[in-house]
Every structure is written in C-alpha cells, then in structure tokens.
C-alpha cells in the first residue's frame, strides 16, 4: 500500500515522458546539484523505464557521463584527474530472479558486499609506494584532486609496501560519528562526507571521522576478486565487507546483509555482486554506464507514507531551535517511527516547499541507507501551516536564524536548553539508567539543574520523586559514585561545548598535561593542534570561559584523571594484558568498539587487521558455529594461512572472550 503511491506516478507515465523525467532528474541532480526527488524514487522512475522500454537509450546515459558534466568550469586543469578505466556506475536489480539471469551469463562464483552510501574516491601511490594524488570520482571520467583531504582519513595507508597501483573504494562517514557529532544539523552522512573530502583547508578534514573502504585495484593482474581483496587487506587496507558466494547463496546473502544494517556503523543502500574470476570479468566488459560483470541488488521497503501531526521545537544542546516532527506510526525497515528529526529550518523548507509545511499532511517517510528516518517529501498538503516558533519554548527569548538555523540567546534558566545540557552531560559521562523523563523530574524538583548536582544527589532526595523506589535509587547513586573518576577527555566532551567532540576532547587529552592548560588555552595556540581549525578553536575557547561556573563545581566533585600510558605488559600477569585481539562481525553483549576498549583498558592490543603476530581473532557465538561448520569470512581464511605459516592466532568467540575478561577482573 505504502510504496504504491509513489511508484504509480510513474507507472502511469508513457515511455516518452519516463526518458523525459529519467534525463531531467539525472541532470538536477549531477549537473545542477539540486535533486527534486529522493534517490529511491529516481532508482524506482529508472526501473519503470527499464520495464517498459529495457533497451532505451536514456538508460544507457544515467550518471554524470550521460548529463553532461563538464567538470572544467569549475576545477583549474591541475585539479583535473583523468579516470582511466573511467569509474563507472553499476547496474542494478530489485529481485532475486534478475540477480540470477544475471549470475547465469558466467562461469564461478561471485563476491558481494554492502553497497555503502558514501562517496567514490581513487587513491595512486607512486613507484615508492606513497600515496601521491587522492580524486573524486567527479564526471567518472575526470574527477576532483583532494589529496590533502584524503591524507586525513585515518584508515587511508599513506605507504604501501608495493608500488604504482591505484586503489579504488567507498569513503564514508561512520553513523558513530554522525550521530554524535552532525545529526542535529545535517540530513546525510553521505553529502557531508562529500563536504568534508572538499574542504579547503585539508587540515579540517580529519575533525569529521571520515573512513575508507577499499573495493577495487588497478595495475596487478590477479585471478579473482577474492585474491584482489585479500591482497589489498595484506596491504594494510580496510576492504569492504566481503564473502565468496555460489548460486544457493546469492539471495541468503542478501538477506543476511539487509539483516545485519544495524548493526553496521555505516549506512547502506544494498548489496554489490562481482564475478569472482577476473578473466571472466575481462570477458564480459562494460558498457558506457557499467560493467557487466556487477550488478547491485538494491535494498526497498525503507519507504512508507505517513501524516505529519505536529512539529515540536527542540533546543539542541549547543541552543539551536531545531524542528522534529511526530508522525503516525509506520514501520521503515522493520521499526515503527513515530519521531523524525527535521534537522534544521533549511532542510524543513527544502521538504515542503514554496508554499511551507503544513501538519496534517501525507508525507513519505524513509530510511535511507537504512538507518536514520527522514522525512522525503510532502505527497499531499495538510490544511494547518507550520509556525515558526518566535519565542524559544523553553525561556521565552526571542528567535532569529543564522543562515540554516533557528537560535535564540537563552537565558541562564532556559529549561530546554539545560535539560539537552543534562542529557548530554549524563550520556557522555556514561551515568546509565538515567532517561530524559527521569531527567525532567529532577530538573523539575530543583534537585539537578546543572551537571555537578547529579554528584549531590541524596537517597531521600531521588526517593522524594514519583516512580523511584529505594532499589532504584541505590543503584543509581552507585552509578554516580562510579563515575566520579573520570578520564579528561571523556569530561572535557561531557561539557557539551560546540565542536567539543570525541575527537578534539582526545587531542586535548593527549596534547596538554593538565587540565589547568586546557582550560587556559588560546585560541592561537588550539590551531596549532593539526586537525584543530580556526573554527573549532574559538568555539571551544569561548565555550570553556561561558562554562567556567560549571567546570568549577565539577572539579570539586570529580577525579579527572589522564590517560595513563599504556601499562607494561611484563608486569601484569593477565591473559589479556600484551595480548592482541581483532573483533569481527557483530558481538551479542557488546559493540565491538566497546569491546576493543576493554582490552585497551586491560592493557591489550586492538590492532585494525589480522597479522601475523595476531593472538586472538573473536567473533560472536553464531559465526563461532558457522566456522566450525565450514563458513570462512575473508578475515578467518587470513588467520587460517597464517596459522598455516606458523602463526598462532587463537579463533575463540564471544563467550570464551568473555571468560577471559572475567578471569581479568
Ligand atoms: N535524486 C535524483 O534525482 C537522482 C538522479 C540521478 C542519480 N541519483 C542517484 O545517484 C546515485 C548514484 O548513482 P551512481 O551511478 O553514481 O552510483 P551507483 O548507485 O550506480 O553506484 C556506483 C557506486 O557504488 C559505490 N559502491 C559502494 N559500495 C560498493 C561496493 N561494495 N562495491 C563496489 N562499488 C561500491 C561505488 O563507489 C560506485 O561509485 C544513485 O543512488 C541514484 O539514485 C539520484
Ligand atoms: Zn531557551
């Protein structure tokens, strides 16, 4: 029912008008930068020509090739870097049956992995095996030089131990990231990737987590993709998830992939298939969009029609007046949302229209890539428009907008503002079982109104409130007193300060001595810090001298300590201590972020990839008994010719690191 009413538009269209609309959105989107649809109901208006007409010309030209990009207006000829094989398109499919047909036309097996929303990049080393130029994919044929920005990705090897290949992959940006640094006032992870690839000053890059996925290399003969990623993995790249599949296989994966998206840190729009052998790919080639040899089976079901109610204002933590809307309840990708961050004034416009958002209106509904709920488009006007709060709802100041956003200067007492502030601060500083209704009773009560209360609270005063009883409140002060010695980059972005990020916290950390030093520094002496920008800089200054009242009575309460240096494993007689572990696929009773940091607490090793020297590759139960009934990821079969070698890299799972923990403690 729900996703009928947006494809009918175009299943009602004859093939005339769908190649119009195909070659129109196709050059909104890659020629003038301002698409009108979503990129699920473009990809449904190509299917719907694809069904009609399979073989029109139109499709042949999706893509920037086919709209005309002429990159040279923009970019000086030394910023032009020419993609030869040109990075082309994929093709793509939304069922089991074209998936076939197409597994059919060669010999072998296929490779599939996620097809992750970010941004197409290509990486060259040079005869010495440094990175040397860092491109966009751009027109496909020519693409944008970024090599600065590109040296910023962490996980992006700056030397490799081979020489003039060309890496090609997918740089995106981990929801992790997004989520606690970006949510509140960007739609996409994927368009602020872009962003932060193009930066003009390269140093800025590195402030935005930005990560990389090898899929592709140019300039070595291999006999099957399989061989090529395992190859890129030795090389010290982070590839995209990938597993050798037979014909049986071909759909299971794709559940099993489409299953897993949550437990993923990144967005994704569905899977890629890839011939394994290479001749074979040789043998099939391309045509002008894609080559024959892939084709991505694209995730649905992340769209469904709903009808806006209200708009509530949100004060964000930082004071930004942002809209969230509350909807009728409809499940995207099996969760039922009710609540959909409308990010900022800007991208509220931008959904409705000239005309401006009305409530009670029909509205579709996405996940895109899966994880986050947006709200794409207004399908019909409600009756009630949307007002643009002149008043913060929480203390009454008066509204303004800068540029995207709605702000206002709070007052000291602004309800909104201090509640967000508390949230932050108790999520930050890891105090669970505190949830922002219990917050409001504790705000409400007089008993928490800035971050240091929480360190005051009474067994009388938390039992005084309605709904908590002695049991809970134990535990609660108990979780409170725990926290009170806390790391300093862990305080520092607790503070809830703009900009003041796990990032920039970790680099203060690291840099300063002291936490004197850090609050007293200035703004000159932060830019100095790489990756710290002007930006950054001042915002964190200004944010430590409006929050010195705060800051003060924290320290009265707290024990901020800093990082200690790595403990010497010699001295600790512990299965755990100078020992390394690599976490892979999803864990039941962790993440595996959480996991790497128990071990690093614990004085092991967290390395990216498997080595030689690697002691313990851990994956949950379940893989557990899939390895043992003869499934091997890429990352086993490594350890598997290690140990072959001579290596011995223990394959445990998750409750057997568990135990290992536990006889730590
Ligand atoms: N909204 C609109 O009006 C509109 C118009 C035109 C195009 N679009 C959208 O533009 C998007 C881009 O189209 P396209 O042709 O550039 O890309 P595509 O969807 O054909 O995908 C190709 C890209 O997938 C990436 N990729 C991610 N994971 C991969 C993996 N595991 N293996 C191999 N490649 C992987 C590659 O970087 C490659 O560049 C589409 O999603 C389409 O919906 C939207
Ligand atoms: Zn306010």
Redesign the pocket.
Same mark, same amino acid.
């Given at each position: 029912m729900t996703e009928s009413a947006v494809a009918n538009d175009w299943a009602s269209m004859t093939v005339a008008e769908l190649e119009d609309a195909v070659k129109r959105?196709?050059r909104?989107?890659?020629v003038d930068n301002d698409?009108?649809?979503? +990129?699920?109901?473009? +990809?449904r208006l190509v299917e719907a020509l694809r069904t009609k007409k399979p073989d029109s010309p139109v499709l042949a030209a999706?893509?920037?090739v086919g709209a005309g990009v002429d990159l040279s207006e923009h970019l000086q000829g030394e910023q032009q870097v020419p993609h030869d094989p040109p990075?082309?398109?994929?093709d793509?499919c939304y069922d089991e049956e074209t998936l076939l047909k197409w597994f059919e036309k060669f010999e072998g097996t296929a490779v599939a992995?996620?097809?992750? +929303?970010?941004?197409?990049v290509s990486l060259r080393y040079d005869a010495d095996g440094r990175l040397f130029v860092a491109a966009t994919?751009g027109t496909g044929r020519v693409g944008e030089l970024i090599t600065g920005n590109v040296m910023r990705i962490e996980n992006v090897p700056r030397t490799i131990d081979t020489h003039d290949i060309e890496v090609?992959?997918?740089a995106y940006m981990p929801l992790s990231v997004f989520e606690e640094r970006f949510k509140e006032e960007y739609s996409s992870p994927r368009n602020l990737t872009a962003g932060a690839l193009k930066l003009k000053n390269p140093q800025e890059t590195a402030g935005y987590g930005v990560r990389f996925?090898a899929? +592709?290399v140019l300039g070595v003969a291999f006999d099957t993709e399989a061989d090529k990623m395992t190859w890129l993995e030795e090389l010290g790249f982070d590839t995209?998830d990938?597993r050798e599949v037979d014909k049986p296989k071909l759909q299971h994966t794709f559940d099993e992939i489409d299953a897993s998206r949550r437990a993923r840190d990144y967005e994704?729009?569905g899977v890629?298939y890839?011939a394994n052998s290479c001749e074979e790919q040789r043998r099939m080639g391309h045509t002008a969009h894609?080559p024959r040899y892939?084709i991505?089976y694209k995730f649905q079901g992340d769209s469904g029609e709903s009808v806006l109610r209200e708009v509530h204002w949100n004060v964000s933590r930082t004071g930004a007046i942002n809209p969230v809307g509350i909807v009728d309840p409809v499940e995207l990708s099996g969760a039922v949302v009710t609540r959909v961050s409308l990010h900022n004034l800007a991208i509220m416009e931008a959904v409705a229209g000239e005309e401006g958002l009305t409530l009670n209106s029909r509205v579709l509904m996405m996940r895109r890539g899966g994880v986050i709920p947006h709200m794409e488009k207004v399908l019909e006007r409600g009756d009630e428009l949307v007002e643009i709060p002149s008043e913060c709802p929480g203390c009454g100041a008066d509204t303004y907008r800068d540029n995207d956003v709605l702000c206002a200067d709070h007052s000291a007492d602004c309800r909104n503002a201090r509640l967000r502030q508390l949230e932050h601060f108790a999520s930050a500083m890891e105090i669970k079982g505190i949830g922002p209704k219990l917050l409001e009773q504790l705000h409400d009560a007089e008993l928490v109104t800035d971050p240091s209360d929480f360190f005051t609270l009474s067994l009388e005063e938390l039992t005084s409130l309605e709904r908590v009883g002695e049991k809970l409140a134990r535990k609660l002060l108990d979780r409170i007193k725990e926290r009170r010695t806390v790391r300093v980059d862990v305080f520092l972005r607790a503070l809830g300060i703009d900009e003041l990020g796990r990032h920039v916290a970790e680099l203060l950390a690291e840099e300063f001595g002291s936490l004197d030093e850090i609050l007293n520094v200035d703004a000159e002496a932060l830019v100095e810090i790489p990756t710290i920008g002007e930006i950054i800089a001042e915002k964190v200054t200004e944010g430590f001298e409006k929050h010195a009242a705060v800051i003060a009575s924290l320290r009265d309460h707290l024990d901020i300590v800093f990082p200690e240096p790595a403990p010497d494993p010699a001295e600790i007689d512990s299965p755990v201590a100078g020992k390394s572990f690599l976490f892979t696929g999803a864990l039941e009773s962790m993440s595996r972020k959480d996991a790497q940091g128990r071990v690093r607490e614990l004085g092991g090793d967290t390395p990216s990839s498997v080595t030689k020297t690697l002691d313990f590759l851990v994956m949950g139960d379940a893989d557990i008994e899939r390895f043992e009934g003869g499934w091997r990821s890429s990352k086993l079969k490594k350890a598997e010719k290690y140990n072959n070698d001579g290596s011995s890299i223990a394959i445990i799972g998750e409750s057997a690191f568990l135990e290992l923990l536990d006889s730590d403690e």
């Open positions: 959105h196709n909104l989107y890659w698409p009108q649809i979503s +990129d699920p109901e473009f +990809d999706i893509g920037p990075m082309l398109s994929l793509k992995s996620p097809k992750i +929303d970010g941004v197409a994919r090609r992959g997918e996925f899929y +592709d995209v990938w994704m729009d890629v890839r894609h892939s991505a």
